[in-house]
């Protein structure tokens, strides 16, 4: 049943935070209204999130903060300026990031039920991973909310000190000022935070489904490795042939595909390799120094940064092992029994998987595991430099 499923019914909440972005169009682009307001949610972190930097870059410059304060101020700055550049990135290549998924839908679309069933463990994985991360993001949100809370009750009774989730806490703030202050700061993270999220998960969806569409052509290799090998009269040549030419132009569809998502997302990863190993390393130093309820945000924070960093080096990884693991079985295809212009499209296929399918960062560093292990890496020392204060 889940194979005659809608594309988008696997990612409902997938494509809701993707409008919300601004990076998939509103109900299609058909209204004047509907555009404008894609164009709009693809600006809003890039001007609202000033009002959570300015007050963080005042408090560093001209209160003389401790150390504590001064790291907790960074991870703030570094969360907006990392939301920031996603919506310049956004922007710059929103347009493109929209084909990709439109072509993704269109090839599940028009898919039979046997190639869905295929893809569908890709299509699955893909969405269960953007669900943990979506939920995962508003919890972090969540947690420095309940955290103020907590400040603000077991404050003293007599004391006029005002605590927000995401600026330093305030001396005086009358009602309802500070009522109005709370509720923008909240609303303005929870955009920042999903939007933040949207752009993270891009990647893995679209690696999965790449991933899934590896698996097809692989399948279809199997299948004529089969065919060939069951018949032994050299009947078969012109299915055969056929049956090669079909898997050429998939596997090129694919590998075409997967050069395309590395040059749209390329800046988006660079940007989240170094904001997102900052703000492990800091919220990880704050959480060994801190014994208090405020301990947990730092905890749920380092969590889900690293599983962010996990999620998009991960897909990476499988992406290239998938489509590696194409060359292993073209080698299995009887080409030998063909015609010559068989065996030349079979060296052609062999050709183009020899080099696997890779994602890197502004193509400076390839993503994979190892890469993951590496910034891991990076950030503990860091981690332990900043315990040390």
Not at 106 to 111: G, I, L, Q, V
Not at 248 to 261: D, G, K
Request: include cysteine.
């Amino acid at each position: 049943m889940s194979g005659q499923t809608a594309f988008w019914d696997h990612f409902w909440l997938a494509k809701f935070l993707l409008q919300f972005a601004g990076i998939l169009p509103i109900g299609g682009s058909s209204a004047l209204w509907k555009s404008v307001l894609t164009e709009f949610l693809a600006t809003l972190p890039l001007w609202a999130s000033f009002y959570l930097l300015i007050p963080e870059v005042q408090y560093i410059c001209c209160q003389n903060p401790s150390v504590d304060g001064l790291l907790e101020a960074l991870v703030i700055i570094s969360a907006v300026l990392t939301g920031q550049f996603r919506s310049v990135f956004v922007m710059v290549y929103r347009h493109r990031i929209m084909s990709l998924f439109l072509i993704c839908e269109t090839m599940w679309e028009e898919a039979d039920l046997a190639d869905r069933k295929i893809m569908l463990p890709w299509v699955k994985l893909g969405k269960i991973i953007s669900t943990v991360f979506f939920y995962g993001a508003n919890c972090v949100v969540a947690m420095h909310i309940l955290n103020t809370v907590v400040k603000q009750i077991s404050a003293p009774a007599n004391s006029t000190t005002k605590f927000y989730p995401f600026i330093p806490e305030e001396d005086f703030t009358p009602s309802p000022q500070y009522e109005i202050k709370y509720t923008l700061q909240t609303i303005i993270t929870y955009i920042g935070v999903s939007y933040i999220a949207a752009c993270d998960m891009t990647g893995t969806i679209l690696s999965f489904n790449m991933c899934g569409h590896f698996a097809v052509v692989r399948s279809w290799l199997l299948e004529l490795s089969k065919e060939n090998f069951d018949v032994a009269d050299g009947n078969t040549n012109a299915s055969f042939q056929e049956g090669l030419k079909k898997c050429i132009r998939r596997h090129q569809i694919v590998l075409e595909l997967c050069a395309e998502l590395e040059d749209v997302n390329q800046y988006n990863y660079i940007i989240q390799i170094v904001t997102e190993m900052y703000i492990m390393a800091i919220s990880a130093a704050e959480f060994t120094k801190l014994q208090n309820f405020g301990s947990l945000q730092h905890l749920i924070t380092f969590l889900l940064v690293i599983n962010g960093l996990f999620f998009s080096c991960w897909p990476a990884d499988t992406l290239s092992v998938e489509s590696s693991n194409i060359a292993q079985v073209v080698y299995g295809v009887p080409w030998y029994q063909g015609s010559r212009s068989e065996r030349i499209m079979v060296a052609v296929m062999l050709a183009r998987s020899q080099r696997p399918a890779t994602l890197s960062a502004a193509k400076f560093v390839g993503l994979s595991l190892e890469t993951f292990s590496s910034i891991t890496s990076s950030g503990i020392s860091l981690c332990m430099l900043l315990s040390s204060f």
